[in-house]
């Protein structure tokens, strides 16, 4: 047994069994103490729990839960919130990524450890909250994963930027010998959401007697197209009744054009509602891939104002572009190469290619110039509006302009191509009682991002310069170009680290560990040239090119006062471009009785700028809002304006900001440990953490109503024609309808968040029978408060969408409750594993705005809200379909996996997930697939199905 845990020198090892990570060493009690290092300190220890919490998922628990991939399995976490990026669809920003969020707490707060070493963020530039630095799980291969440790407690003072909210390590497997096939297939009952996968893993070389081990891991995966017409385990009536999804009706734009009346010249106000009907002209000759309809308010959830209602037209079915899962091609591969150059000194190299592809759908453009377009031009925004002059050939208004709706026909959708590549070479090892380790890291990512049909300007443009009739323009092939963006982000890091002992206290050896990196960063993201001049309508950029060193250095020292009591200390120093920052942490540890531990912790963190909010350069974007001015109360607009101004989508130009302050936090935790008996572990921590001067863009609706706080960001039209006028008649100056909004990252407010994490572990011997084991986690979110400016009020969001039961804020989805229960039988060659996972419903009641509280809280869907409600969520069947609800349901899954080991060499595995087929909760929120991908899945029950061969 010890021979198995001779590599005293390594940096990362750890003996976890069962089904949890409290039973480290059991087997091992009367034997010396084996030292090991688990992710959150540098320092050695032969206990099995330390002063802070850490989970540890071994590969067999991986394979049980049958997920295939690194993502799906931390969905399933219960530790885990909201803020993740989900790559099965589109997800804008971000598209082909999938991220860990923390707590809650964003992508960004949440650090992403390889064998212990930092991953290079992907090349992004995603400006939303809590997601600015893009760690990618994707690159990772589950094949070559031995165990991964979430170390659920603030960790800057060890590991720095980015560890406010925990580290999530990755730990390869390491001085593997043999070689593995293995494959597996999955898809729900209607074979949708189908993947498959294959990988090899092989290892030479026993490093205790070769003096070497080469080990390589491969991964590949395909994933299939499922969309939403195709996904059966989902509220299909409330999506169909409330957000019109599923419906006969999806949208009136074809090649068959429509024609919208000026009302008056030179206004560019277009005649668009049923009053108008006779100003709109629409040509029904419809095209192959279309059906002719008549316009129902009841068919097809039109409003009675709509220009459609009893109107014959054209319609587009746009669900057969809408995805609940895209097309993927993944392929890792992994190689670690360990030499043992003498009796106290190992080299090891790491080498990993990954790539992954997203292919995703979407509909051919359309140009809808009721209002204008906005054209992105590196650095600024113009508008275009395609208007028909009197007299062109397609106008059907022989004394007025006409604007114009018709559809492309050209392909749609984007394919998005992330690879990336990590070097590390190192040696590690003793001198006297010191155990070392230096390395130098190399890590690359680079994007491809190919957006497909985009409207070309200077063809379009001809329409309004030369006459030329629109059926022209759309068989011209120039009409649409394929638009390719690039970026690229890497890492280059030379690190250095030793720990020893340094004295005895009464508890047992003084540990010390100390070490230094230092760590280039760079991003470059690069738009096509055709959208960097401003000659592709619709399509913003995002250019970006930074560079940054940082200079760290961090030290460890472990107390054992006595046999009962010990202590952690560590600090870590970083120095960055722009500002240094000196971080703390504090631990302790006291064994109350052999049954019954007590342990907490403080800790300072922070998290720098990422680069992309400091850099030259800048992101565009488009954003929905609500004109305070056109439209107070987000319904009805005032006289003058449009309806399209209660929900106008309008772009965005978001510069870095030099000088940024690094965001700061204070982390706590205090925790109870008990073993009342060999067989059970119990686990009890309580933990807040709280974050000041979040670093975040400008919210676009918190600029335009506040317009005295940021003069001249609101790009209003100046043209007289459309400016509001007041009881008298008088033009009010800078009231015409909003286009753009420049926004800024700022240092804002805070949020803090606290909570209670319990965990129970239970394992009983059944004899002949068997062995049985249990785990229980569970999270239970006591507060989520956010502050998004200063001084403003800070309002519990746990239970809640939070940026709709406090309007101030823009937080996520914080359900009070996630918990994962599994049971494990194993008897000779069988194993059996049952699971259930629980999600607590969300609210969607408006129940505050900063300081302002209602008496009743209210729907932000739905009707019947209270006079001089505001900025509403414009579903009107809402009420009607939710039976008096205003939540989203909770959500219980439950799961089996069996595998059977009995055939020489091979292990076949069934998993089933949602054993029982539960539907996803129906969520209004999400108009195209009905529910929300963040907290729930809508494949109903799911199958996998997988072998692995072992060749001995």
């Known amino acids: ?550 200079k760290s250095a961090f030290a460890e020292v472990r107390t054992p006062f006595t046999k009962s009591f010990e202590m952690d200390f560590a600090g870590r120093f970083d120095q960055y471009p722009d500002e240094n920052s000196f971080v703390p942490k504090v631990g302790a540890k006291w064994e109350v009785s052999p049954m019954a531990t007590v342990r907490g912790t403080f800790a300072r963190g922070f998290r720098a700028p990422a680069l992309i909010q400091v850099s030259p350069g800048g992101v565009q974007s488009f954003s929905t809002i609500t004109d305070s001015v056109r439209c107070p109360n987000g319904v009805t607009p005032v006289s003058g304006a449009e309806q399209a101004d209660c929900s106008r989508s309008i772009s965005s130009l978001s510069a870095g900001t030099p000088g940024l302050e690094s965001e700061t936090s204070k982390s706590y935790s205090m925790g109870l440990i008990l073993t009342p008996t060999k067989n059970v572990d119990i686990l009890i921590d309580y933990y807040k953490i709280r974050k000041e001067k979040e670093t975040a863009l400008l919210s676009a609706q918190f600029v335009i109503d506040n317009p005295a706080k940021f003069p001249g960001r609101v790009i209003r039209d100046q043209n007289p024609a459309v400016q509001l006028v007041d009881a008298s008649g008088k033009i009010i100056a800078d009231s015409g309808p909003i286009s753009a909004v420049n926004r800024a990252y700022v240092n804002q407010g805070s949020t803090e968040v606290s909570g209670l994490a319990f965990e129970v572990a239970m394992r009983k011997s059944l004899g002949e029978m068997g062995n049985l084991s249990s785990k229980l986690t569970w999270e239970y979110a006591i507060s989520y408060r956010r502050a998004e400016r200063p001084g403003e009020k800070e309002n519990n969001a746990v239970g809640t969408n939070g940026g709709i039961s406090d309007w101030a804020t823009s937080v996520g989805d914080i359900p009070r409750h996630r918990a994962a229960w599994s049971t494990n039988w194993t008897r000779g060659v069988h194993s059996l594993t049952g699971s259930v996972d629980f999600v607590s419903a969300v609210s969607l009641l408006r129940r505050t705005d900063d300081a302002v509280t209602y008496a009743v809280p209210y729907c932000h869907y739905g009707v019947g809200q209270p006079s001089g409600a505001y900025q509403l969520g414009g579903l009107p069947r809402f009420s009607d379909a939710a039976n008096g609800t205003c939540q989203v349901d909770a959500f219980t899954q439950v799961g089996m996996n069996y595998s059977y080991s009995g055939i020489k060499n091979l292990v076949l595995s069934l998993n089933i997930r949602n054993l029982l087929d539960t539907k996803a909760p129906y969520d209004p929120r999400y108009a195209s697939a009905g529910y929300n991908s963040q907290l729930h899945s809508a494949t109903g029950r799911y199958f996998r199905v997988s072998a692995n061969y072992t060749f001995k």
């Open 1 to 550: 047994m010890k021979s198995q845990f001779t590599i005293k020198r390594s940096v990362i090892a750890v003996a976890l069994t069962l089904a949890s990570s409290h039973v480290v060493m059991a087997q091992q009690a009367a034997q010396e103490p084996i030292k090991v290092i688990v992710t959150g300190s540098n320092i050695k220890r032969a206990d099995k729990e330390g002063t802070s919490p850490v989970e540890v998922v071994t590969a067999r628990q991986i394979a049980d839960t049958g997920a295939n991939t690194v993502a799906d399995l931390l969905h399933s976490i219960p530790a885990f919130g909201s803020g993740s990026n989900i790559d099965t669809v589109d997800g804008g920003f971000a598209k082909g990524s999938a991220t860990a969020s923390l707590r809650g707490l964003g992508s960004s707060s949440t650090l992403i450890l390889l064998n212990g070493r930092r991953m290079t963020a992907s090349a992004y530039a995603d400006p939303n909250q809590g997601k600015s630095a893009v760690y990618d799980l994707n690159t990772i291969p589950v094949s070559s994963i031995e165990r991964i440790e979430i170390f659920k407690d603030g960790a800057s003072a060890v590991y720095g930027s980015d560890a406010i909210a925990g580290v999530i390590n990755f730990i390869t497997k390491n001085d593997y010998q043999g070689l593995k096939l293995g494959g597996s297939y999955s898809g729900n009952d209607n074979n949708e959401f189908n993947r498959k996968t294959a990988n090899v893993t092989a290892g030479f070389g026993d490093l205790d007697k070769d003096r070497y081990n080469v080990f390589i891991s491969a991964d590949v995966s395909q994933r299939g197209v499922t969309t939403i017409k195709e996904v059966k385990d989902i509220n299909l009536a409330r999506l169909a009744a409330v957000n019109n999804r599923l419906n006969p009706y999806t949208n009136q734009l074809t090649s068959e054009p429509f024609f919208y009346r000026e009302r008056t010249a030179g206004a560019r106000n277009f005649a668009n509602s049923y009053a108008l009907r006779a100003d709109v002209i629409n040509r029904t000759n419809c095209p192959a891939n279309t059906q002719k309809l008549v316009g129902s308010v009841a068919a097809h959830n039109l409003l009675p104002t709509s220009t459609l209602v009893d109107r014959t037209f054209c319609n587009f079915d746009t669900n057969d572009f809408a995805e609940a899962q895209g097309a993927a091609k993944d392929a890792n591969v992994l190689s670690r190469v360990t030499f043992q150059l003498t009796p106290n000194m190992t080299s090891f190299s790491e080498f990993s290619y990954s790539r992954s592809q997203r292919d995703y759908l979407g509909v051919p453009r359309t140009v809808q110039s009721l209002s204008p377009s906005t054209v992105f031009a590196l650095g600024s925004a113009s508008d275009f509006q395609l208007i028909l002059p009197v007299g062109h050939p397609d106008n059907p208004f022989p004394t007025s302009r006409a604007a114009v709706g018709l559809r492309y026909a050209s392909k749609g959708g984007s394919d998005n191509v992330n690879e990336g590549v990590r070097a590390l070479t190192g040696l590690k090892g003793t001198v006297g009682t010191w155990d070392w380790e230096a390395a130098a890291l190399y890590n690359r990512s680079e994007r491809t991002e190919t957006t497909f049909g985009m409207q070309y300007k200077p063809t379009l443009m001809r329409i309004m310069t030369e006459n030329r009739t629109l059926a022209a323009t759309l068989a011209d092939p120039t009409a649409t170009k394929d638009v390719i963006n690039k970026g690229a982000a890497q890492v280059i890091q030379f690190d250095a680290k030793a720990s020893t002992t340094i004295g005895k206290l009464a508890g047992g050896d003084i540990g010390l560990a100390f070490g230094a990196e230092v760590r280039e960063e760079k991003i470059v993201l690069s738009p096509d040239e055709l959208t960097r001049t401003g000659q592709i309508i619709g399509l913003a950029n995002s250019a970006i090119d930074g560079k940054r060193v940082v």
